[in-house]
Structures are given as structure tokens and as C-alpha cells.
């Protein structure tokens, strides 16, 4: 039987993420009105940390409380791996006694490596590349609020960074334009503008971009790392605040999204984030119910039932 991963919005098909979505949406409402769904009793989850969290660590512990599991949180400077036990080793000895393990890091290599090497299901909790179960949560909070993101159009201001990265991946596979305004040296990575091409609009003028969007949406201009180069980003990035006046240019109807920790002030007014078209808080609590769709579908069997790998 396949192992399936996920660790990019590539790892599942269109359809796989679609039923993960309205599986979401399912479990949000059951749990909203006291259902007890415990589909992962006696399962364990390991979640190694090696960035902070407090949305990604919290809402995979408290759903695997709710399933009926157990979540085991490691930091690698208390490991092994901290002392340089190989990451294929660790990956190998973890998969002898959990059910599935969940990795923030910097490096994505290394989440690729440990799932090449584990022998249950590995998802990414973050990397400097992509943060793909934030954009669950996301296409699942502009679901309930708007109703189906394909065809919509999106306007991601800022930084070119792991979050645009994911909803660079989620225009390709819910299909939705997304206008992407970053500083000439900020831009996302070449081969994924590349790959969604047909989806993706570059428009340095922030403005511009966010003109009759449906969305508007952006991170911090420095992310987990990046603290020794925040003095220069604060500076390169000044341009691309998503102020009232951005906000203006979208449609009337149109909501502001950030994956949270946000700056006010910096890469978002408060006006903006604590105003009424802002989805934060909703998003923020998607991530729970977002992430159980995914344990279930990756720990409790449907997605072995699908697998089909290329
Ligand atoms: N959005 C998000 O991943 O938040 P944390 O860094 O708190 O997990
Ligand atoms: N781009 C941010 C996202 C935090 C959830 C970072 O990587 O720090």
C-alpha cells in the first residue's frame, strides 16, 4: 500500500483536495454541535518543531485530543537529530512507532528525505518552501465565506515567500487567477510561476494587482530566519503595505487573508486586519478542522483507499 504524504499542494489531486475541503466543513459543523468523532484512537502523531508555532503545533495536538489520539511534540535540539543522527535513521525509527509525523524545519530537503525514508505518512507543518496546510484552512475559510475560490481572482502583496509559494501550488489545483505584487527582488521562485503560468499575472504595482480581486492576502515581510535582513526588508517592502487604499482598489465585497503572526503597521494596517473584511480569525480557526480532514484522510485509511501515486 502506497504511503501517501504532504508535503506540497502537489502531493494530492484536485479532487482528493476539493473532498478534503468540504470534509472540513463537515467536521467543523458536527464538532460545532457536540459530535465525538474519534477515528484515530490508540494513533500517534509525532510533530518535530524546529521553528516556532502557535496555530500549527496547537491545532494538530487539540485534533488529535479530538480524534482520540495522542500528539507527541519534539524539538530536534532535544533529539538525536539535533546530535546529527541522519535524518533517513530517524525517519526509519519514527515509522516503527507512530502513525504519522509532522515536520516544521527550514529546509524542505530534509522533509522530502525523512518521506522518502518513513514508512507512514509525513506532512509539511512549514518549510522555507511551502506552508500547505495553512492553504487548507484558507480555500476552506474562503469556501464558507464566499463560496467556491475557482475563478476568482486573487492579489497576493509582499514577500515571495513560502505562503505565496502555496497559493502559487492552490491557484493551479482549485484554479483561481492570482495576481502576485512583490519588490523585483522578492519574487516568488521561477519554476513554480512557471508551472502555474496559466493561472499566475506578475504586476509590481500593488495597486494594480489588487483591482477587482476577490482576495487580498499577504505574510510578513520577514519570515522565521530571515530576523538579521529585517532592517533592509522593512525598507525594500514599504511600498506593499495592504492598507484601505489597496483595499479600495479590490471589489466591494472582497475579504483580506493573512496566515497569522501579523505585524500591523508593517505588511498590514490594523484598519485593514481588525476590519471587517478580514477572515484572520477564521482562518486561524480553520486550520483545526482543515488539518483533522487531512489526518483523516492520510492516518484513518481514506487516503490509502485513493492512492494512486504517480
Ligand atoms: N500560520 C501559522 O502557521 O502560524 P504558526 O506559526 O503560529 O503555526
Ligand atoms: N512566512 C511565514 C509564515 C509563518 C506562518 C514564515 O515562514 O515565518
Not at 5 to 28: G, Q, T, V, W, Y
Not at 123 to 135: E, R, S, V, W
Not at 200 to 218: F, Q, Y
Not at 281 to 307: C, D, M, P, V
Request: charged share 25%.
Amino acid at each position: 500500500m502506497t504511503v501517501r504524504h504532504f508535503l506540497s499542494l502537489m502531493d494530492l489531486s484536485p479532487d482528493e483536495l476539493r473532498c478534503l475541503i468540504r470534509r472540513a466543513i463537515e467536521i467543523k459543523q458536527g464538532l460545532k454541535v457536540g459530535e465525538v468523532r474519534q477515528p484515530l484512537v490508540n494513533r500517534t502523531l509525532a510533530m518535530i518543531f524546529d521553528k516556532s508555532s502557535t496555530r500549527t503545533r496547537l491545532s494538530f495536538e487539540v485534533a488529535m485530543t479530538q480524534f482520540g489520539g495522542n500528539a507527541v511534540f519534539l524539538s530536534p535540539g532535544s533529539t538525536q537529530l539535533g546530535r546529527g543522527e541522519p535524518v533517513e535513521d530517524t525517519a526509519r525509527v519514527m515509522s516503527r512507532m507512530v502513525d504519522g509525523v509532522v515536520i516544521r524545519t527550514s529546509s524542505h530537503a530534509m522533509v522530502e528525505t525523512f518521506a522518502r525514508y518513513a514508512e507512514v505518512p509525513v506532512i509539511n507543518g512549514l518549510t522555507d518552501a511551502f506552508h500547505p496546510c495553512q492553504l487548507l484552512a484558507d480555500v476552506q475559510t474562503y469556501h464558507e465565506m464566499r463560496g467556491d475560490i475557482q475563478g476568482c481572482r486573487v492579489a497576493w502583496i509582499g514577500d515571495g515567500n513560502n505562503m505565496c509559494h502555496s497559493w502559487i501550488n492552490a491557484a493551479r489545483q482549485f484554479r483561481f487567477s492570482l495576481t502576485i505584487s512583490t519588490p523585483a527582488e522578492f519574487r516568488p521562485r521561477e519554476d513554480l510561476l512557471t508551472a502555474a503560468r496559466e493561472f499566475i499575472v506578475l504586476n509590481d504595482d500593488p495597486a494594480i494587482a489588487a483591482e477587482d480581486s476577490d482576495v487580498v492576502v499577504t505574510d510578513t515581510w520577514a519570515s522565521m530566519g530571515q530576523e538579521q535582513d529585517k532592517a533592509r526588508r522593512l525598507e525594500a517592502f514599504e511600498a506593499f503595505r495592504v492598507d484601505r487604499r489597496i483595499m479600495e482598489k479590490a471589489k466591494p465585497d472582497a475579504v483580506f487573508m493573512h496566515c497569522l503572526p501579523a505585524y500591523r503597521g508593517h505588511e498590514v494596517t490594523a484598519e485593514v486586519i481588525d476590519g471587517p473584511q478580514s477572515l484572520v480569525w477564521e482562518q486561524a480557526e480553520n486550520r483545526l478542522h482543515a488539518q483533522k480532514a487531512l489526518l483523516e484522510f492520510l492516518l484513518a485509511g481514506s487516503g490509502a483507499i485513493t492512492a494512486n501515486k504517480e
